[in-house]
């Protein structure tokens, strides 16, 4: 490994500017999840009633909630949507859990969670409304090389921009049905995280916000999976350098990107904690660092929110039982 010094604060924010595209297009309608049926006995009798709860309670633009129904009973089914699209839920022991996000983009208002339980025939339906509230991201402005800006006349840079735009773009909207992940999740890499939903000012002109977090390192250092899962992307691109992402199953992707070296392959799988890579400056990268984003059910939110959330995560246990239609 390099040893050189970890980048300044204006170097991190040199971290890759999400290219347009990327969060824009989409290959084809996201396929709606599976019913979550509940396979254990009834935790309580009678049998409750259906309760729907989200922590937290209130949502930054760019955040993550979890999403939780209890008071469930053997043979209850559970589907569910936020804002009017379909999210997965997972069946455990008389409850049945599911992550929201909030993209960065979303204005702040209310937004309905609803879940709906077939019991015996019958369906409850429970509607919790969801506060969600500008995460005041600041704004940045810096400068890149001119090489490491966006393509400005050059066309075979522009193709090749939304060419690689395209290769990621295509991969949001994919739901893999059976969930990987388990328990809380871990920072790829030690360090302070910085810059997610920063407005970014680049060589003076207007840019998406940054849709990542930034952490400092030097070059060679190791960058580990935050949780299991499957690689569905290793390569090298304009923008991130070289760039992997790993599917968790349920919508949920983690991308590491800048990186000196890839160290996994597509169709490979992962668990939390393997070494996937290591932090490097490729790309648009003025200083070694890593940049690492989330896409949840396709909205850009904050790691640092999805940590947040370990603590309730790990109490859930082990991994529960994957949806099954009933």
Known sequence: AATEA?????????ATATPAPEAEETAKPRTPPPPAKITAAPVASPVPQPV??????????GGVGLATVKGLAEGDSITGTFSGEAIPFV??????TALIGVDLDV????????????????T???????????????????TVPKEKDAADGDVELAKRITREAKALSVIWPEWTAARQWSGGFAQPAPGKMNNFGSKRIINGKPRRAHSGADQSGKSGDPIHAINDGTVVFAADQFFGGNTTVIDHGHGLYSMYMHQSKIDVQPGQSVKKGDKVGEVGM???????????????????VDPAKLLELSTELDALGDSPPAPAAV
């Open 6 to 14: 970890a980048p300044p604060p204006e170097a991190l924010a040199a």
């Open 52 to 61: 729907l709860a989200v922590s937290p309670a209130r949502i930054a633009t």
């Open 91 to 96: 069946a455990g022991h008389g409850t049945a």
């Open 107 to 122: 204005k702040p208002g209310k937004y309905m969670l609803r879940a709906k339980v077939l019991r015996n025939g019958k």
């Open 124 to 142: 409850i339906p429970k509607d919790l409304s969801i506060s969600v509230f500008d995460g005041k991201y600041p704004e940045q402005s810096f």
């Open 282 to 300: 490729t790309g648009r990268a003025t200083g070694a660092h890593l940049h690492w984003g989330l896409r949840l059910l396709g909205a850009r």
